[in-house]
């Protein structure tokens, strides 16, 4: 039972910078937690504060409601894996791995054991006397993960573990830590700028930018509801689209083409008539006519076509409307063409309007 | 001019460049060997290559009874040894935690340790002796030794910690996680990737002493307690009775254990030993 908390954490630095800003999560035992957010968002100090490694200006970090400010990193019970593995050159994978293990004065055979089951797990028993500049890039990459198993610690830490290494075996490892985790079920916190990785492993996601929390919440939660335009672009690939418009007379104007809403957003709406917003719409959610399985509310646009992207399975259109750009996604069957000016449909219900001001997604909880 | 003409024009300048350099190395060495052989005592009748080479001078230097040699010899291990032992421990320290920490005055004290190494260790000739003096260490090796390792510390603490630098600090942090405090961290992880800087600390700190001679002069008083650059100075420069192939044979003995030195550490001079430990 490993749970976390973070109290009000924030993070300034002696000239002034603030890196992190009021942070507050529980993490409950045996989450994945993702951390995710562009570069500079403070999702690394904020982990690394976690570890220890950086003093925690303000605010309270708790492990099983234990306050660990003033605890020494190796006395947190923590385990962290780093961007570039951080192994040490001089020794081999086994002392590497076994590191920790001695320095704690574990006993010689139970160090065995441990290192002995982690390289099984990890395919490294063949390379426990190499030195890691005999590996390769992924073999450094399990050795480090290797070396965080072995610790038994109650709580893993990785920071962009897998971004050194090449797209495909990025997806193997991606897929290897996922199953690792379900077989150790430790508390594990993972920081990366990849949406994609957060997406596929995170049990909750935790969107942060400019050091202050934008989200937190499930990657179907993330995805489908983003509290603010942030999240909605940042969460998706392609991102999601960000159209200017008025409201008028419960239908959204964007030049002079005019969406119609459904009840519920209109209901919504209904303080922004006359004011500018923005819809929020994902570009699978922008199809052409063959695609559009519900067409209560969808609603055609004329958009002028000019790139289409053929991906193999799909065509990536890229659309422009009354002078805004927007993407949309349809089937690779219907052949269109760049030039051309088609029928689009908005799947409006799942479009999202935004606050043009604050950028919050109107109708979220807090913005009611 | 085809490729291959370039070529072989660039080879032969190459060549030539490192001949010259090679005869301006090798032949003083040669006629300081050369003359360590020749039978007479004087410069003049001395000759690269020996009609009639003679192991005398050598002999003499080792004859117990005639000669000083051996002592001056062992009081030069002794110092440089000390010297290089404890210039490395201190350099090692000093610059792992200027590499490695923020403290109040660490700039500062890199700024003085910067203007520090621009002077030479005699222009503070005279400090240096009252401070002897005022401290009784004049004709001893302790006293001597402290002013080698003094000497040493400011360059040579620059050079590491510009090394320690490279080192990625990630490698710190992995260890801190992985429970190792301060001193482990220098002893366990530092200090073995390390090794080619400290190698060249460690040469430095041994050479210097031998090859000084002013301060060595001026501290050391009596004949048994002189090193080999004073001792040697000795035997030429007698107003009767130089004898400057004698000198030459001691000369040429002093640097076999430069030599040897250079043979240990010659391994651990090529870099790149941090390979692998991060990406990159």
Redesign the interface.
């Given at each position: 039972m490993t749970t976390l908390t973070l109290k009000n954490v924030t993070k300034r630095y002696d000239n002034k910078v603030q890196a992190v800003t009021d942070f507050n999560l529980e993490v409950e035992d045996r989450e994945f937690i993702v951390f995710v957010g562009p570069s500079g968002c403070g999702k690394s100090t904020t982990l690394r504060m976690i570890a220890g490694l950086e003093d925690i200006s303000e605010g309270d970090f708790l492990i099983d409601n234990k306050r660990m400010n003033d605890v020494a990193s190796k006395d947190r019970d923590i385990a962290m894996v780093f961007q570039n593995y951080a192994l040490y050159p001089h020794m081999s994978v086994y002392d590497n791995m076994a590191y920790g293990l001695k320095i704690r004065k574990v006993p010689k055979d139970e160090i065995k054991r441990r290192v002995d089951d982690a390289a099984k797990i990890l395919g490294l028993e063949k390379y426990l006397d190499r030195k890691p500049k005999a590996l390769s890039g992924g073999q450094r990459q399990r050795v480090a993960l290797g070396r965080a198993i072995v610790r038994d610690a109650s709580v893993f830490l990785m920071d962009e573990p897998l971004s050194n290494l090449d797209s495909k075996l990025r997806v193997q490892m991606r897929s290897e830590i996922i199953k690792l985790h379900n077989r150790l079920n430790t508390t594990t916190i993972y920081v990366t700028h990849d949406q994609t990785e957060a997406m596929t492993m995170a049990s909750r996601i935790v969107i942060m930018k400019d050091g202050v929390i934008q989200q937190v919440g499930t990657p179907k939660d993330v995805y489908d509801n983003p509290d603010n335009m942030f999240v909605g672009g940042f969460i998706g690939s392609p991102s999601m689209n960000f159209l200017n418009g008025t409201v008028v007379n419960g239908q959204f104007k964007i030049g002079n083409v005019l969406v119609t809403l459904t009840d519920d957003q209109q209901a919504r709406l209904k303080a922004y008539e006359g004011k500018e917003v923005v819809l929020g719409i994902r570009p699978e959610h922008v199809t052409d006519d063959n695609g559009a399985y519900d067409v209560t509310h969808a609603h055609r646009v004329p958009a002028f076509i000019e790139v289409a992207e053929l991906t193999g399975a799909e065509q990536i259109l890229y659309a422009n409307l009354e002078g805004q750009d927007f993407i949309g996604r349809v089937d690779a069957q219907n052949a269109i063409e760049r030039g051309q000016t088609v029928d689009l449909v908005f799947h409006m219900e799942r479009a999202h309007f935004f606050d043009k001001e604050t950028e919050l997604r109107i109708g979220a909880v807090d913005t009611i | 001019m085809t490729k291959k003409q370039s070529k072989l024009i660039r080879l032969t300048i190459s060549y030539l460049i490192i001949l010259t350099m090679t005869a301006i190395v090798l032949y003083p060495l040669l006629w300081v060997l050369g003359s360590s052989f020749n039978p007479g005592n004087s410069l003049n009748s001395s000759q690269m290559f020996p009609d009639n080479p003679t192991l005398k001078h050598y002999q003499f230097l080792f004859d117990l009874e005639r000669s000083n040699y051996l002592l001056w010899y062992w009081n030069s291990m002794k110092i440089s040894l000390m010297t290089m032992i404890f210039s490395v421990i201190l350099v090692s320290f000093t610059a792992y935690s200027f590499s490695r920490y923020r403290f109040v005055g660490r700039k500062n004290g890199l700024m003085t340790f910067l203007i520090l190494q621009m002077i030479p260790n005699f222009a503070a000739l005279i400090a240096i002796f009252v401070l002897a003096t005022r401290l009784q260490l004049i004709d001893t090796h302790l006293g001597l030794i402290l002013f080698y390792v003094g000497g040493q510390i400011p360059m040579s603490t620059w050079l590491m910690k510009g090394y320690l630098d490279t080192i990625?600090k990630?490698?710190d942090?992995?260890?801190?996680?992985?429970?190792?405090?301060h001193f482990?961290i220098f002893i366990q992880?530092i200090m073995?990737?390390a090794k080619p800087i400290i190698s060249v600390v460690a040469l430095f700190a041994f050479i210097a002493p031998l090859g000084d001679f002013i301060i060595a002069r001026i501290l050391l008083r009596s004949n048994e307690q002189y090193t080999l650059a004073v001792g040697l100075y000795d035997l030429v420069a007698k107003q009767f009775g130089n004898s400057f192939t004698t000198f030459a044979a001691g000369a040429v003995l002093v640097s076999v254990p430069i030599a040897l030195l250079f043979l240990v550490f010659q391994k651990y001079f090529v870099s790149g030993?941090?390979?692998?430990?991060?990406?990159?």
């Open positions: - | 990625p990630d490698l942090e992995s260890a801190r996680m992985d429970g190792a405090g482990r992880i073995p990737l030993l941090t390979a692998g430990g991060t990406k990159g």
